[in-house]
């Protein structure tokens, strides 16, 4: 063969005229003729084998030049062909490769047919997958969602494509390298396959799950490419490139360079890679968009993959984390996650490694604060994971949980989701105790340290302190023996000495004491020949040191007092020395079990002490986390509901807390926390564990007793919910957990009392779902929870009662006959006698049973009332014979229950005359020496308040009912009755029958209605009624609180009249005066709060009679008592959303609650502007009167503290026209404002404004309002920041005209108005002039008629800055000083606003008509 084929760098070279022994294409086959060229190919193929492209390449190349003319089919048998040949080189070469006797001519057709099949097959593969690119864009998806059909060809492309990758695989797996001379690939043959491989990753589709194959394909066959054709640097470059512009390759690449690093081996390629990427500036970065996503992708993948390949190159990474990229800052962020995570993790890290560990964290940390919220959040994610894989060093817990906890005020929610996940994993991986309790930390700390101190204390003691004295007479006897022994061989020979006294002579004497240290050290190890030998030579050495001169004579005592010289030293060295001496050697072994014993107890110190911090950072982010359970967004509060979840599962302290707060979500509008809340409960209380059915129910019932106990009534309701449904979803275990409910209220399992109270509200909630798990054991209810001990147990008799009135038809949608029980049923006995008993008694929880207890006899008994009327007759008269108990007044108690024995026996007006009898003794001795019970007295008038209000609601809503009830069934009747006859007549009128029967139906429903009113205005409170008999005596007790002072007496007497006023407008008009003088005047906190719920109640029931005392209740506003004030802000807070209040200028006293030092309140009156603002223009309309309200001199109201509440007010100003409203009423207020307080105010009112273009250009029309008191500080700062507010972000005009307007604000605040002379200033004074002529020519004249009243008609501007102007101080007339009567004086007066002081009606509220009102 005389020629070489070189692979082109263009398809159309090799038409070209080639150089020297170059292969260049003689015969390019037109299309038609390409089929049967394409079959002789075939045959040659198979004839000839995979060496036939040598004479068969003009063919294939013959298809990529009309590559866009031919048809698919002849494309895919090209392809088919060139695969085929490929896979016959793949099969042949090996043997060829090992062959020794192979010719040169023989390796150059090899290498040419290698070289021509690869590149067809290259070219071709890229046509057919740019076609099927451009196809797959053609029949994308269009408006309609239906995708055109796929022509068959390009289905099977997918397949032909993981062909096309093996075949090529095969062939570069083998060591074909050694066809080229000296083994070296030329470049062009290589770049026509990773150009192939590249194409092929650009498709759209290449990281989706179906195209698995082929991307393993290619990420193989670059790889081997890489390793054996020196593709490295070109991969790393084209990796960087392609990640520019195809985001969907980050994660392809991420899997691709892992591949090539640990399959392969090439792990220079990551350097390489993560080298470019970090050699990229901060300019590049933003310039290159997409690409620094795709970028963080790629090594968020990365590292999650090989993160032990990527420390090395970490170095080049950390720069990113100072750049504004803050998706680099991400990427670099969770590497050092996943490095941490998986390498740097465990307690084998060896020291360089343990430094990198706490270096990363350290990052880590310094970016919980990061400037980007993304970030910030990111590394909260990651902490979570270092968290859960149990990396992070336990010396760091408290760190970061501080941090985190910090995070949950972030402005981000998804940092502060992020922040709660993270807390989350602390306490659920925490490496502490189980039971998270400061308490009992703290009492465990102080315990241990204490125990701590006393082993330090025992071991000091028992360290033996031996004197150098008794030491020295211990060793006196063989040291004076060894003394001997040295001086008689002291005439010894030099040489021998030094042969014998090595130890000696090895060591260098340097002075006089450090030889006198060396030799009492020799005397305390016991080497006395050593001491006596150095002592004696140093003498030799020192003769004129005072410690040895006494050894000028060598004997044996001045030797051994030389020796006890140095050894004891003097006495004030005496306990050093003993400090400085060895142990006992028979004590070792026990200092050292000591000593083991003190590290052990150090360490549990230690533990303790940590466990107590990270139990209290555990506590603090509980308190804040069920603060969130409120927010708006929903995706916090369901992150607040699953770690209160979390917490609870793990037995953290106080985590009921959280369970119990976040119950009332049930009733949350938004369905998603609905959903939270209650899949949380079901997790928590509802899926026990257990063996058996019995264990569940039990660890059921247990949970939801430990839930239970302590609960208020809301709390329990809102449960009632859950737990309802579970009774209601068929569980398997509801019959189970009924059982085990009703052996624990009756006592079959012991329990306490709680717990039986527990089981019995269960129960009730049960009852909800099915009436008869209550109803059949009716009987066992009424004899355990209201038998004998009932007045011992008046809670569990409270509970028993909420449990059976689940029973009645309340809650139930019932077309028959209501359910009800007779009179004479023990259930109702044993009520009666319960609340008759416990009335004289002074029991704190009686008056909660007697509520309960009334409501259960009138949702439950036929005739209530008649009932009620005996139980209120039973009530008085064992008052009265608590009374009789006194001796002086035994004959008037006589003579009443004569009376009442007589009523009994001659009927009601008997029994009203004894009942006066009876307010008659109890009015003359309430206070005399055997003066009656003031308790019991307050708890008899409290049951006849409950009877009353309980009394009205049965006529309005049971007994109306009833009768509309009975009414259809009669219509109904007469309808059966009138027969097929009237319904022919029916059908031929019906449209004018039905409008009939319609009115019919609304007059039979107000002459019900009507009855009912006539009922409650005339029967209930008349005289011959037996409530009527004990309104005197509450009217009495109210407007005399000097003679009834009595706290609990004065409350209950209050409270029932109030609810006695509710029955008609009469009693309400009557007693309107009194109920306000208590509500202002009264002396007891809880009897105004009382009053103005009270009052509340009438404003919705009586609206034209409260109306005109509105402004008494805002007063309450300003009460001294902070829960007076909580009170009336939600009792106003419902009155105003509901419309029964006009809302005036009184709301100002609403806004001075924002500054409230409760914070309680604050979050009301907050509640109250944020409802009030989803009223249109309702905030907007108030603006103006509480503004002077409260700029006001005579309020006194703080600068800060009204810029805090103008701050609040204006957020809810939104729309650009209120905007420039509020800019002309505020300006012109200026001109009436009479202190420089009141124009700081309205200066900063503007401030606080959201300023737009509008509103500046009306600012600036308004200049004369203000312009004079520019000097003035606290007006030109808050107009200055308004400018610098608005200079932000404005386009460059509009900034010109800012600018100009703070030069001109400028120059009036410091050289004053009338001294400021300049060009703009002279123009704008000519336009005022101007505008000042036009307004005096519009003037009228002298003689103009004026208006009807002679005034001119004011202007809409003039009639707008009226509501601004400050009003005048007029002089009222003094009111009578009114005050409640002493206890000294005879004749009492009411102490009651008098007639002049009691507002007039002015205004009537339109309200629903009685029917409406009756049937909700």
Request: proline share 3%; net charge negative; charged share 25%.
């Amino acid at each position: 063969m005389s020629w070489d084929f070189f692979v082109p760098v263009c398809v159309g070279d090799l038409v070209k005229t080639g150089g020297i022994n170059q292969y260049v294409v003689q015969d390019v086959v037109s299309p038609k003729q390409l089929p049967s060229h394409l079959n002789r190919f075939k045959s040659a193929l198979r004839s000839q084998g995979p060496m036939c492209i040598l004479e068969h390449f003009d063919t294939a190349y013959s298809v990529l030049q009309h590559t866009n003319s031919v048809d698919l089919s002849v494309k895919e048998d090209t392809l088919d062909l060139l695969v085929q040949v490929v896979s016959s080189l793949s099969t042949s070469l090996p043997s060829f490769l090992v062959s020794a006797a192979v010719s040169a001519e023989e390796r150059k057709e090899k290498l040419n047919a290698v070289k021509m099949s690869v590149f067809l097959l290259c070219k071709i593969t890229e046509c057919l997958e740019s076609d099927s690119c451009r196809h797959s864009f053609i029949t994308a998806p269009g408006k309609g969602g239906k995708k055109a059909k796929t022509g068959e060809g390009f289905q099977q492309w997918e397949s032909e494509r993981e062909r096309v990758l093996q075949a090529l695989v095969q062939l570069l797996q083998l060591d074909i390298r050694s066809l080229w001379h000296l083994s070296h690939v030329e470049e062009e043959f290589t770049s026509c396959v990773t150009y192939c491989c590249y194409k092929l990753l650009e498709n759209p589709t290449i990281s989706h799950v179906k195209t698995k194959p082929t991307r393993d394909g290619i990420i193989h066959l670059l790889g081997l490419l890489i390793k054996k054709y020196n593709h490295l640097l070109g991969a790393s470059v084209k990796v960087i490139q392609l990640l520019q512009h195809f985001e969907q390759l980050s994660s392809v690449f991420a899997q691709a360079v892992s591949v090539w690093s640990k399959e392969y081996g090439v792990k220079a390629i990551i350097g390489e890679v993560i080298r470019e990427i970090g050699q990229k500036s901060n300019e590049e970065l933003a310039r290159e968009g997409s690409g620094v996503k795709a970028f963080s992708s790629f090594l968020s993948e990365l590292s999650a993959l090989v993160p032990e390949l990527l420390i090395p190159n970490i170095s080049v990474l950390i720069p990113h984390l100072e750049g504004e990229s803050h998706m680099m800052r991400v990427a670099v962020c969770e590497v050092l996650g996943d490095i941490l995570v998986r390498v740097l993790c465990g307690d084998g890290l060896e020291e360089s490694s343990k430094a990198d560990r706490d270096r990363f964290l350290e990052t880590l940390q310094e970016h919980l604060h990061d400037t980007h919220s993304h970030v910030r959040s990111r590394v909260l994610q990651v902490y979570t994971r270092i968290v859960n894989s149990k990396a992070l060093p336990l010396c760091r817990y408290s760190e970061v949980m501080g941090l985190a906890i910090g995070r949950l005020i972030d402005k981000s929610i998804n940092v502060v989701k992020c922040a709660i996940q993270l807390l989350a994993a602390f306490i659920a991986h925490n490496p502490y105790t189980c039971k998270l309790s400061s308490t009992d930390l703290e009492k465990t700390l102080e315990n241990e340290t204490a125990k701590l101190k006393e082993m330090k204390a025992k071991l000091t003691e028992s360290t033996p302190v031996i004197q150098a004295s008794e030491l020295w007479a211990a060793m006196e006897p063989e040291l004076r023996v060894t003394v001997d022994t040295e001086l008689e061989r002291l005439g010894d020979s030099k040489e021998d000495q030094q042969e014998e006294e090595p130890d000696v002579e090895g060591k260098e004497i340097e002075d006089d004491r450090t030889t006198a240290v060396m030799i009492a050290q020799y005397l305390r190890v016991n080497k006395y020949r050593n001491a006596v030998r150095l002592c004696i030579k140093a003498h030799s050495c020192f003769p004129e040191s005072d410690m040895f001169a006494s050894l000028s004579t060598l004997t044996q005592e001045t030797v051994m007092d030389t020796l006890g010289l140095l050894f004891k030293g003097s006495d004030e060295d005496t306990s050093e020395h003993s400090q400085n001496l060895p142990p006992t050697p028979q004590k070792g072994e026990d200092k050292e079990s000591a000593d083991a014993e003190l590290k052990k107890q150090e360490r549990l110190v230690q533990y303790l002490r940590e466990t107590e911090t990270f139990a209290l950072q555990v506590e603090k982010a509980i308190s804040v986390i069920n603060s969130m359970l409120y927010q708006k967004t929903t995706s916090v509060v369901q992150e607040a509901v699953q770690f209160c979840v979390t917490v609870c599962e793990f037995r953290v302290a106080n985590s009921l807390s959280g369970v119990r707060k976040m119950l009332p979500l049930v009733w949350s509008s938004d369905t998603a926390i609905k959903d939270s809340v209650v899949q949380a409960y079901r997790r928590l209380y509802l899926n026990p564990q257990g063996d058996t059915n019995r264990m569940k129910a039990q660890t059921l019932v247990d949970s939801l007793s430990e839930l239970m106990i302590d609960a208020s009534l809301g709390t329990i309701q809102c449960l009632e919910e859950i737990v309802q449904e579970f009774f209601g979803s068929g569980n398997s275990l509801e019959s189970t957990v009924v059982q085990v409910l009703w052996e624990r209220f009756t006592g079959k399992t012991e329990t306490s009392i709680l717990h039986k109270r527990a089981a019995v509200l269960l129960l009730g909630m049960a009852a909800r779902a099915e009436r008869e798990v209550v109803l059949s054991n009716l009987d066992t209810l009424c004899s355990v929870g209201l038998g004998e001990k009932v007045t011992e147990e008046f809670l569990l008799a409270r509970d028993t009662v909420i449990t059976i009135c689940n029973i009645t038809d309340r809650d139930r949608q019932s077309k028959g006959a209501p359910f009800r029980l007779p009179q004479e049923h023990q259930l109702f006995t044993r009520l009666t006698h319960a609340i008759a008993e416990g009335a004289v008694m002074e029991d704190l929880h009686w008056e909660s049973f007697m509520e309960q207890a009334v409501r259960l006899i009138y949702f439950l008994a036929e005739s209530p009332d008649q009932l009620c009327s005996r139980l209120l007759q039973r009530t008085a008269r064992l008052l009265l014979e608590q009374i009789a108990e006194s001796g002086e007044i035994s004959k008037d108690v006589s003579q009443t229950q004569e009376g009442s024995q007589e009523s009994n026996e001659q009927g009601e007006p008997q029994l009203l005359t004894w009942l006066c009898l009876f307010f008659h003794t109890v009015l003359c001795h309430v206070f005399s020496s055997f003066a009656v019970n003031c308790v019991c007295l307050a708890q008899l008038l409290a049951l006849c308040g409950r009877v009353a209000f309980w009394q009205v609601s049965h006529l309005e809503r049971s007994v109306s009912s009833e009768l509309r009830r009975r009414r259809g069934e009669t219509e109904q009747r007469e309808e059966k009755e009138k027969g097929p006859s009237s319904k022919a007549k029916l059908t031929a009128n019906e449209s004018t029958m039905e409008e009939e029967l319609g009115l019919v139906g609304a007059s039979a429903d107000d002459t019900e209605a009507e009855l009912i009113r006539k009922i409650c205005e005339t029967e209930l409170v008349s005289e011959d009624n037996l409530l009527h008999a004990f309104l005197p005596l509450l009217v009495k007790i109210c407007s005399s609180p000097g003679h009834y002072s009595h706290p609990q007496l004065t409350t209950a007497a209050c409270l029932a009249l109030s609810q006695y006023m509710m029955i008609s407008p009469a009693v309400c008009q009557e007693n309107a005066r009194l109920m306000f003088t208590v509500l202002e005047r009264s002396a007891l906190p809880v009897v105004r709060a009382n009053a103005i719920i009270a009052l509340g109640d009438l404003t919705v029931r009586f609206p034209n009679i409260l109306e005109p005392w509105t402004q008494n209740l805002y007063a309450r506003l300003s009460d001294e008592v902070p829960s007076v004030r909580q009170m009336a802000v939600t009792v106003l807070t419902q009155l105003v959303l509901k419309d029964m209040l006009k809302v005036k200028g009184q709301v100002s006293e609403v806004a001075v609650l924002l500054i409230d030092p409760e914070p309680h309140i604050t979050s009301l009156a907050l509640n109250f502007f944020n409802e009030l603002a989803s009223k249109d223009n309702a905030i907007y309309n108030l603006l103006p009167d509480i503004i002077s309200r409260l700029s006001d001199p005579e309020r006194g109201m703080s600068s800060e503290d009204f810029n805090t509440i103008m701050k609040q007010l204006f957020s809810y100003i939104t729309k650009e026209r209120q905007t420039e409203s509020l800019v002309e009423k505020l300006c012109q207020r200026f001109r009436s404002a009479r202190t420089e307080r009141q124009w700081c105010d309205l200066a900063i009112s503007l401030s606080l404004l959201s300023m737009c273009e509008r509103g500046f250009k009306k600012l600036q029309e308004c200049w004369e309002c203000y312009s004079d008191k520019l000097t003035e500080p606290g007006v030109y700062q808050p107009l200055v920041a308004i400018t610098t507010k608005l200079r932000r972000g404005a386009k460059l005009q509009f900034k010109s005209q800012v600018d100009e307007f703070e030069k001109r604000l400028t120059a009036v605040h410091t050289r004053g108005l009338e001294n400021v002379e300049s060009p703009e200033m002279d123009e704008e004074n000519q336009k005022e002039g101007q505008a000042t002529d036009e307004v005096v020519a519009r003037v009228p004249a002298r003689g103009r008629p004026k208006s009807k009243r002679g005034q001119s008609k004011q202007s809409v501007s003039s009639r707008i800055d009226e509501s601004f102007v400050t009003p005048r101080r007029t002089r009222k007339s003094k009111k009578p000083v009114i005050t409640f009567s002493s206890d000294e004086e005879e004749v009492e007066e009411d102490a009651v606003l008098t007639e002049s002081e009691t507002p007039k009606v002015t205004t009537p509220i339109a309200r629903t008509s009685r029917r409406a009102r009756l049937r909700n």
